[in-house]
């Protein structure tokens, strides 16, 4: 009896722990499956989360289906597709196009295009062709002014109607701009005289020219050489007497019409 006693007393000293771990380990479980169970509140949310993928699963079907269905219909609208099904969403424009009629269109605008180039081509010589006949020149160089535009004098029977260009005989004389020439031969007082018209109808004379180097109805450009300083005519010495009439009619101050075409005489 002695001895079994003992044993017994450690078999319940073994068996106690093991049912307080037991109970412990059930109370852990419990408190386990309570923290997993959703509150009310986590339980709506959960399922507005749900509710709100399969929306957007959804919406995002529905915007595909329908820009497919859009392109389609543009890719027939452009391509002149008549199949049953509304056209391929896949077509290759480029492809599909008449190749005949874009080659004959891009031949037409080719020419087209060329056609303006020559229109502007052409307008632009002739502006540039206008604006050097208009440009004004020095009629002579190596000059001292001598008589002025309105003087008085016992030299001239009137007022002085030109500006005088004194030089040595023989300098060059230019025209100041292009044009035609009206007149050339003895004139009188003025002696050689070569008149040029100029495409606005102004008459420049060039009077006392030793030598006449143009013949009537030449065409001349500004700076080109029309004769040589004299002292033909009623003069004092040899010098050139440029006079301008605009529109053929009475003379002006040559001085200020050089000066309006850029000429400082």
Known sequence: MSSSAPKRRLEVSREAPNRATGKRVANRQRRNKRRLLPTPALAGALALIVAGVGSVAISSRTDSNALDSSYQTISVNYSGSSS????DANVDISRDFDRDLLEKQANAQAQQREQALDQLAAKT??????????????????????????QSSSLWSSTHTGLDFA???????????????????SAGAYGNRTVITLP???????????????????KVEPGAVI???????????????????????????????????????
């Open 84 to 87: 049953g099904d509304g056209g």
């Open 227 to 265: 004769g040589y300083t004299g002292s033909t005519g009623n003069v004092t010495g040899p010098h050139l007497h440029l006079e301008v009439h605009p529109n053929g009619g009475a003379a002006i101050d040559p001085g200020s019409a050089l000066t309006a075409h850029g000429v400082t005489p």
């Open 200 to 218: 606005d109808g102004t008459d420049i004379w060039y009077c006392h020219q030793s030598r006449i180097g143009v013949q009537v109805g030449q």
């Open 125 to 150: 010589q002739k502006r540039a062709q206008e604006l050097k006949l208009n440009q004004w020149v020095l009629p002579v160089t190596g000059y001292h002014l001598t008589g002025r535009f309105g």
């Open 167 to 185: 030089g040595p005989s023989g300098s060059t004389i230019v025209a100041v701009g292009g044009g035609t020439v009206k007149s050339a031969g």
